[in-house]
């Protein structure tokens, strides 16, 4: 079993940056994609970034630069920049994983992220 730690969340003034931090709880597994997704309130939730095994990245077409995906062993960060009110969601790390011989879907529980204008 694996749980996805989440950290960085917070209330940042528009313009501004926070970083996101997802840490797997354990180690010794395979890491196939890893990243975040947001969903604000009356909304669908959506990719933010991804990074996977190969090291590729993806990024939703909102983020123009801003966001940086990065892995550390198990630990995924998100370094958010030039922050917009439209960035206010809550934001899910998510992973896809090799564990146990078979591939594994974790959620975190989310943490808000609130930009002021």
């Known amino acids: 079993q694996v749980q996805l730690v989440e950290s960085g969340g917070g209330l940042v003034q528009a313009g501004g940056s926070l970083r996101l931090s997802c840490a797997a709880s354990?180690?010794?597994?395979?890491?196939?994609?890893m990243g975040w997704y947001r969903q604000a309130p009356g909304k669908q939730r959506e990719l933010v970034s991804v990074i996977t095994s190969g090291d590729s990245t993806n990024y939703g077409d909102f983020v123009k630069g801003r966001f940086t995906i990065s892995r550390d062993k198990n630990t995924v960060l998100l370094q958010m920049n030039s922050l917009k009110p439209e960035d206010t969601a809550v934001y899910y790390c998510?992973?896809?994983?090799?564990?146990?011989?078979?591939?594994?879907?974790?959620w975190g529980q989310g943490t808000q992220v609130t930009v002021s204008s």
């Open positions: 354990r180690s010794g597994f395979s890491i196939r994609t």
């Open positions: 998510h992973a896809e994983v090799n564990l146990y011989g078979t591939t594994l879907a974790y």
